[in-house]
């Protein structure tokens, strides 16, 4: 803030009476991250585990404006947040646009963000495109999954070229030296979503397994941050769902069932990562103080585009922010 001299004393006495009442925390100037391997991202997290946590915000669709909920964080907090979260999509004029996506994540990570990418991805049974109700959201027949899964078959190789289509994109990424915290077939536990509902390793996990060999082995694309994601179903039986520890770095969990995990939730969570950091990929509230102090494994917070201010009040986001445990654009220090 710029000072201005000679003012009159009765306005600078107002001025100190107004800072008197609130005063935004101090914001560190972020530092642009070099080109990184993942794996400093990976000991990162893990250096700051039982510590501190990474505040992040998603930015869903238009993929015309992928920085407008981080932005409204902006708006309320003076602060960004730490980790920067989007969505390769799904709908036709927002696939167009994904290049705006990708532009974003690499402003972030210049900004001294890290990044995020989910995908909403359409069935190989269809187009590259789709609606969410139909398209993401429906179902395909346990004959069709096998197929998807079987190599060679009409549907598998449909599948590699849905994914053959976003390979440029994290490409560009890789070439810019960001690693991308990538969750794909996200919340596999889960029914809503074409891909999950299926336990076993020959359901949603043998999937994911095939999804990271093919871009991971494939692809060359060794900038991906493996994060693989269950719902906080209270069926249970997470761990049902999972792949192996070597198709995973990073454990995380959904909380929309209720507000926030509970203890058995963490502790389940706790159980399938082992080493591994874990963290709450969605959530609908802020994280409370009494959450933060009480579970403090999760490397990161992600708070889902308009629950925001929809779901949150400005008090309580910003006692989130301003949280101690809580490390934003600017505090997050990769070595």
């Known amino acids: 803030m710029r000072r201005i001299r000679h003012c009159f004393t009765f306005v600078l006495a107002v001025a100190a009476v107004a800072a008197a009442i609130?005063?935004?925390p101090a914001t560190e100037s972020a530092q642009a991250f070099p080109a990184t391997p993942k794996q400093t991202v990976l000991n990162y997290f893990r250096s700051i585990s039982g510590?501190?946590?990474?505040?992040?915000?998603?930015?869903k669709e238009p993929a015309s404006a992928p920085g407008q909920y981080t932005q409204q964080v902006k708006d309320v907090t003076g602060q960004y947040p730490g980790l920067w979260g989007g969505d390769l999509m799904f709908d036709a004029t927002d696939v167009a646009n994904r290049r705006r996506v990708i532009d974003q994540a690499k402003t972030e990570w210049a900004n001294g963000s890290l990044t995020a990418l989910t995908w909403h991805v359409c069935p190989p049974t269809g187009?590259?495109?789709?609606?969410?109700?139909?398209?993401?959201?429906?179902?395909?027949?346990?004959?069709?999954?096998?197929?998807?899964?079987?190599?060679?078959?009409?549907?598998?190789?449909?599948?590699?070229r849905r994914l053959d289509e976003v390979v440029p994109y994290l490409q560009?990424?890789?070439?810019?030296?960001?690693?991308?915290?990538?969750?794909p077939l996200h919340e596999m536990n889960e029914s809503w979503n074409?891909?999950?509902?299926?336990?076993?390793?020959?359901?949603?996990?043998?999937?994911?397994?095939?999804?990271?060999?093919?871009?991971?082995?494939?692809?060359?694309?060794?900038?991906?941050?493996?994060?693989?994601?269950?719902?906080?179903?209270?069926?249970?039986?997470w761990s049902n769902y999972y792949p192996g520890d070597q198709y995973v770095d990073v454990v995380s969990l959904?909380?929309?069932?209720?507000?926030?995990?509970?203890?058995a939730d963490y502790q389940q969570m706790r159980s399938i990562a082992g080493t591994k950091p874990m963290a709450l990929a969605e959530m609908g509230k802020v994280p409370t103080a009494s959450l933060l102090d009480s579970q403090t494994q999760w490397a990161w917070f992600m708070m889902w585009s308009e629950q925001l201010r929809g779901n949150n009040s400005n008090a309580e986001i910003q006692a989130a922010y301003f949280?101690?445990?809580?490390?934003?654009?600017?505090?997050?220090r990769l070595p």
Do not use: M
């Open 172 to 183: 560009q990424l890789k070439n810019a030296g960001v690693p991308v915290l990538f969750r």
């Open 22 to 24: 609130f005063v935004w």
């Open 254 to 263: 959904d909380v929309w069932y209720k507000s926030y995990p509970s203890s």
């Open 323 to 332: 949280h101690p445990r809580v490390l934003n654009q600017g505090e997050v």
């Open 194 to 237: 074409w891909w999950g509902h299926r336990p076993g390793q020959n359901g949603s996990a043998r999937l994911y397994q095939i999804t990271h060999d093919y871009l991971a082995k494939s692809k060359g694309l060794d900038n991906l941050i493996w994060v693989w994601n269950v719902q906080d179903n209270p069926a249970g039986g």
């Open 51 to 59: 510590n501190h946590i990474v505040s992040g915000q998603h930015n």
């Open 127 to 160: 187009g590259s495109t789709c609606a969410f109700e139909g398209g993401v959201k429906s179902s395909v027949t346990d004959a069709q999954f096998a197929q998807i899964l079987t190599e060679g078959s009409a549907l598998n190789t449909a599948w590699k």
